[in-house]
């Protein structure tokens, strides 16, 4: 029973009575601030919308973040450490085996809901996964993954047998362009993610509206005094910002802003006179975090405080202040290798632009004219995964109406690609010496689902004062597992030195579904390929 004077919230989490002080706070606060359970993850807190503080109360899935912790008395609360153990052990080695979980961000909420979905009369796990979101694997081998378990023929930890993890790491630290690690522990939420490093005194702080910065003993306590109010996903129509080029050409694009939804927000720690740590610990965020403040901003205020302090992001702040990948216009002639592209103003995108159209092999010697035009909007960098040199990629392949798409990297990897009639993705990826063909195949599915994302159904509404209006999640518009098409993966064994891909798919996907819908000129298209 709670305390009479309502400051204290007592209940069973993952088998043991427990009790936290009760602030108005939500049960993701309590779980993570006052308990100490960092495999409850916080992407878009109060949002309620990535699923990845998902946890079971009383055996039925339940979002912590938007749950009051006073709701929560004398029931039951078990996160994925409170699994029976050899549940828990089994979904793990089936998501290691599978590759289903890249940065294990978002996987401890998703194992919670699939596990208590088997359980159910009839299980739908695609559809239960409509309460989350995973930005890194595009969903399929999250759904293998569910299939291994669910299958009593099958024991997952046999599948993981003769397999180096030591090189599937070596491999995803390639692809993902940053630490990565590949073991049990990942699903399982246990990877070292920044703010799960950091001292569990350390004062937390947090943006206010005006920019200040704002420190108190917890999340709860830090959002109220910065004021922070949960996005909301606005009525303003995204549309693509810049108009195509007066030219007269067959093939035209005209692109929108996105958001690379990245699901840990940018966050970071430091004591005083310390090393801040990287927001980047345990992934790469597309790109998203190159140039994150958040370090800084740390190291900062751990000197004015004198005392361990770890600021964070709000999701909010996230889509208002993280890199966008620049929008641009164009105007194709495939036939005499012309190209007109406008683009919004952004260091280095002109040359990435330019590279992307000689990557396509078999139609290079285009002649591209490039202008950077100046429009309100979010910042925008390169850092981002291939921005400037997939949109070159794609606007070179306008040229080739047939047969796969293939797509070569700067350093010669190579990725074709073909969308087939019933919307099935192949994908054949060379990127020499493979090191792990499962974490190949699982970045090239992440790769694949996003660039079908990219041309299909993301888009950032933003105003006329160049701020972003749709500052949900789920207003980044990623394409959700029951809309997933089937996306088929052959890596070609090489013996060369390992090569990053995952970039070549991306590209390439995007490239084939753009010709595979008719090139329509306006992205998102808003037509599914499944």
Same mark, same amino acid.
Request: net charge negative; hydrophobic share 40%.
């Given at each position: 029973?709670?305390?009479?004077?309502?400051?204290?919230?007592?209940?069973?989490?993952?088998?043991?009575?427990?009790?936290?002080?009760?602030?108005?706070?939500?049960?993701?606060?309590?779980?993570?601030?006052?308990?100490?359970?960092?495999?409850?993850?916080?992407?878009?807190?109060?949002?309620?919308?990535?699923?990845?503080?998902?946890?079971?109360?009383?055996?039925?899935?339940?979002?912590?973040?938007?749950?009051?912790?006073?709701?929560?008395?004398?029931?039951?609360v078990t996160t994925v450490d409170g699994l029976d153990p050899a549940r828990r052990d089994r979904w793990a080695a089936a998501l290691c085996a599978t590759g289903g979980s890249q940065c294990g961000f978002c996987t401890p909420g998703i194992v919670l809901r699939l596990d208590a979905e088997a359980a159910g009369e009839r299980p739908d796990p695609e559809r239960a996964l409509l309460a989350h979101l995973c930005r890194c694997t595009g969903w399929t081998t999250i759904l293998e993954a569910y299939a291994l378990v669910t299958d009593p023929s099958v024991d997952p930890a046999v599948l993981l047998a003769g397999r180096d993890l030591g090189a599937a790491a070596r491999r995803a630290a390639i692809e993902g362009a940053g630490p990565q690690q590949v073991g049990l522990d990942v699903p399982l939420g246990r990877a070292p993610f920044a703010e799960d490093t950091a001292p569990a005194d350390a004062t937390v702080a947090m943006r206010a509206a005006d920019g200040t910065w704002v420190t108190a003993a917890t999340p709860h306590a830090a959002r109220r005094l910065a004021g922070v109010v949960p996005g909301r996903h606005g009525t303003l129509e995204a549309v693509p910002p810049l108009a195509v080029p007066p030219v007269d050409a067959p093939v035209t694009l005209r692109t929108s802003w996105?958001?690379?939804?990245?699901?840990?927000?940018?966050?970071?720690?430091?004591?005083?006179?310390?090393?801040?740590?990287?927001?980047?610990?345990?992934?790469?965020?597309?790109?998203?975090?190159?140039?994150?403040?958040?370090?800084?901003?740390?190291?900062?205020?751990? &000197? #004015?405080?004198?005392?361990? %302090?770890?600021?964070?992001?709000?999701? +909010?702040? =996230? /889509? $208002?202040? @993280?890199?966008?990948?620049?929008?641009?216009?164009?105007?194709?002639?495939?036939?005499?290798?012309?190209?007109?592209?406008?683009?919004?103003?952004?260091?280095?995108?002109?040359?990435?632009?330019?590279?992307?159209?000689?990557?396509?092999?078999?139609?290079?010697?285009?002649?591209?004219?490039?202008?950077?035009?100046?429009v309100p909007g979010p910042p925008t960098s390169t850092a981002l995964r291939t921005a400037g040199w997939a949109e070159g990629v794609v606007l070179a392949s306008s040229a080739v109406d047939v047969g796969p798409i293939t797509v070569r990297t700067p350093q010669? &990897? #190579?990725?074709?690609?073909? %969308?087939?009639?019933?919307?099935?993705? +192949?994908? =054949? /990826? $060379?990127? @020499?010496?493979?090191?792990?063909?499962?974490?190949?195949?699982?970045?090239?599915?992440?790769?694949a689902h996003m660039a079908l994302s990219w041309v299909t159904s993301e888009a950032l509404a933003v105003g006329a004062d160049g701020v972003p209006l749709g500052l949900t999640v789920r207003s980044a518009g990623v394409v959700r597992a029951v809309d997933m098409p089937t996306v088929r993966v052959v890596v070609e064994v090489g013996t060369g030195e390992p090569l990053p891909v995952s970039d070549a798919v991306f590209a390439a996907v995007a490239a084939a579904v753009w010709r595979h819908q008719g090139r329509p000129e306006c992205w998102p298209t808003g037509r599914p390929v499944r």
């Open positions: 029973m709670s305390d009479p004077t309502g400051a204290v919230v007592r209940f069973v989490l993952d088998g043991r009575p427990v009790e936290a002080p009760d602030d108005g706070g939500s049960l993701l606060d309590a779980l993570r601030e006052s308990l100490g359970v960092r495999s409850v993850k916080d992407g878009c807190a109060p949002q309620g919308q990535c699923g990845c503080c998902t946890v079971l109360v009383d055996g039925a899935p339940r979002v912590a973040c938007v749950t009051p912790l006073r709701r929560i008395a004398d029931r039951t996105v958001d690379p939804a990245y699901l840990e927000p940018d966050a970071s720690w430091c004591e005083p006179g310390g090393v801040p740590a990287s927001p980047v610990a345990a992934g790469g965020a597309f790109g998203g975090k190159t140039a994150s403040p958040l370090p800084e901003i740390a190291r900062g205020l751990a &000197a #004015e405080v004198g005392r361990p %302090v770890r600021a964070r992001w709000s999701r +909010e702040d =996230v /889509v $208002r202040l @993280g890199p966008k990948r620049p929008p641009v216009a164009a105007s194709v002639d495939p036939v005499g290798r012309t190209a007109h592209v406008a683009v919004v103003r952004t260091p280095g995108v002109v040359d990435r632009i330019r590279a992307g159209f000689g990557a396509v092999p078999g139609v290079e010697g285009w002649d591209v004219e490039v202008t950077e035009v100046d010669g &990897a #190579e990725a074709t690609v073909e %969308v087939h009639g019933d919307g099935t993705i +192949e994908v =054949v /990826v $060379r990127c @020499g010496d493979p090191l792990d063909e499962v974490v190949v195949r699982s970045y090239a599915i992440g790769a």
